[in-house]
């Protein structure tokens, strides 16, 4: 097996699988070092009781909270990583999420780069990813001069008829960006797809544009990239100078296995990422690699996500509701002087989520009957970085996450609104009288939006990476997965994600050269 490679990619998600793909045209070596194993095309994929009660695709690992609790984090180790799961809604952050900002529970700081300097990779990662959308609904759209590659998913008839309700008074929804590959370029498959199976499932007709289908697939057909599964990147390891990291230490099949690159980045998650760094501690770098600034792990962010389901006397026929958000209350609201969030459209929750939600009001009932009559909402509030909040390492060497929630105010106003426009909606309709709305909130465990464990910027006092995402403190690591977050803004990280991998992959590009 050829150990030594020119760049070395830990982790294949949303960051690694992205940049492999900007690399394989330079011709250098590339490794892609991936501690899971592809997902298999296998009739459990679209069956919710597998994929959520029994957790077919998810790690068994567990991570331990602040009071050291075991818990099961909610995150998957697979080729392609989180995006083989996610709902692909591709959302550009806006641009006052790069400035500081005002909130109920403190100071958003500002990012060192501004949005106009990560919009033409917004632009190529909304092209590789096949994002269907409309620009020009959405008042709080950050400007470009480029479309959607993609026209917007056409609603479904229930869905047409709500987006139209809410728009008659007066707010104003917009079509959810989603990345789906629906063969319109005429390099995917023609034969129709069905979308209902599609947030929170792996795809295994492969129109979900993940970053296995989209990215890692293409890069593979380079003779150049090459990927090695269920290799689990256990340290890094530096060279006399400390400056460099010369050998990355892997654990595959209970082997240990060292390779060596030229240039080293990270790709293995913000916690993993965070994790790896901290594992790689020694004699002279007690508190781990890269970590001079002691913000290797800290500012922890995971977003205030939860759900909220309508249950009314309305028929919802459709198959696949997600497929319009509202970001009327993202900087304020007519009651709020500060950002509250987003409130999207989400795939149906899973049968057991379902029943045992509804299982006080409407007993008996089965899941048919509930989801033909309810609408499933995703919130989502920015949560603020906070130096407290962390990931460390417990001395068994297991993951623990340090974290408390904070402006809570956003995210309970935010539900307010919901509410409202739902209460508003059913003076005007009476089938939506007497909704009973459930839902949740997401705690510890609901780590799909890990972010900002290894913050970017100018000052090596204040951040863990430089402009570029190379480590202040080495020369040849870096990072390009969700780590690198200053603060999360509240739309879905992934199209970010890779916009920054493609930032980075042209820097290395031009450092290859
Ligand atoms: C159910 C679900 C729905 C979601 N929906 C959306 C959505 O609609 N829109 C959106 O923007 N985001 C969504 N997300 C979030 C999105 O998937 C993540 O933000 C994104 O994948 C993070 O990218 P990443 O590169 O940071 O990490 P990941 O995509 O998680 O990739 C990290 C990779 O590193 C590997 N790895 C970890 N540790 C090691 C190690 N030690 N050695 C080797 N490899 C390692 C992992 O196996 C994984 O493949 C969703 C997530 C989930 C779970």
């Known amino acids: 097996m050829n150990t030594k490679y020119d760049i070395i990619i830990i982790g294949s998600g949303a960051g690694g699988g992205t940049l492999a793909y900007k690399l394989a045209p330079s011709g250098k070596s590339i490794l892609i070092l991936e501690r899971g194993n592809y997902i298999p095309k296998e009739k459990e994929n679209w069956d919710p009781k597998e994929v959520f009660t029994n957790g077919r695709y998810r790690t068994t690992e567990k991570w331990y909270d602040k009071n050291d609790q075991p818990f099961s984090p909610y995150t998957h180790y697979a080729v392609g990583g989180n995006t083989k799961m996610y709902g692909a809604a591709l959302f ?94 005429g390099k995917e498959g023609s034969s129709p797809v069905r979308l209902s199976n599609f947030d929170g499932f792996p795809d295994p007709t492969e129109a979900k544009a993940d970053a296995q289908v989209v990215s890692l697939k293409e890069a593979l057909r380079a003779p150049n990239v090459s990927l090695i599964t269920g290799a689990h990147v256990d340290r890094l390891l530096t060279d006399k ?29 913000a916690v993993n990422s965070a994790a790896i760094l901290l594992r790689s501690n020694g004699r002279s770098n007690p508190n781990g690699l890269a970590n001079s600034s002691g913000l290797v792990g800290r500012n922890y962010m995971l977003h205030q996500n939860g759900c909220i389901i309508n249950f009314s006397k309305k028929p919802n026929t459709s198959q696949f509701q997600k497929s319009f958000s509202l970001s009327d209350f993202y900087s304020q609201a007519n009651d709020s002087e500060y950002p509250l969030g987003t409130i999207q459209l989400m795939g149906k929750n899973d049968p057991d989520t379902v029943l045992d939600l509804a299982k006080d009001y409407f007993p008996g009932k089965s899941f048919e009957e509930l989801s033909n009559h309810s609408i499933d909402f995703w919130i989502t509030s920015e949560d603020l970085p906070d130096f407290n909040n962390q990931v460390t390492l417990r001395k068994d060497g297991s993951i623990q996450t340090i974290y408390t929630v904070n402006n809570r105010e956003a995210y309970n106003r935010l539900k307010k609104k919901l509410f409202e426009i739902l209460d508003k909606l059913a003076e005007r309709d009476p089938l939506l009288r007497d909704a009973v709305r459930v839902g949740y909130d997401l705690g ?14 100018k000052d090596p006092k204040f951040s863990v990476l430089d402009l570029n995402c190379k480590a202040h403190d080495l020369d040849n690591l870096y990072a390009v997965d969700a780590s690198f977050f200053v603060s999360a803004g509240a739309y879905n990280p992934s199209l970010t994600i890779m916009a920054n991998a493609l930032r980075v992959g042209k820097h290395l590009l031009g450092r290859l050269k």
């Not at 501004?114 to 609904?137: K, M, N, W």
């Open 241 to 269: 100078s400390g400056k460099r990291v010369s050998v990355v230490e892997v654990t595959r099949h209970g082997e240990k296995i060292s390779f060596e690159g030229d240039i080293v980045v990270l790709a293995a998650g």
């Open 92 to 185: 550009r952050l806006r641009e006052n999420d790069f400035k500081e900002t005002k909130h109920f529970g403190g100071l958003s700081p500002a990012w060192p780069i501004s949005y106009d300097e990560l919009e033409p990779f917004y632009t190529e990662a909304e092209r590789l990813y096949s994002a269907h959308g409309e620009r020009g609904i959405d008042p709080t759209e950050p400007k470009t001069k480029s479309g959607y590659p993609f026209p917007p998913l056409k609603h479904e008839p229930s869905m047409q008829e709500l987006y139209d309700s809410i728009r008659s008074l007066g707010y104003r929804p917009f079509p959810l960006p989603i990345g789906v590959r629906l063969g319109e370029n």
């Open 444 to 457: 510890v465990s609901g780590v799909s939006h890990q972010m900002g464990t290894l913050k970017f910027g």
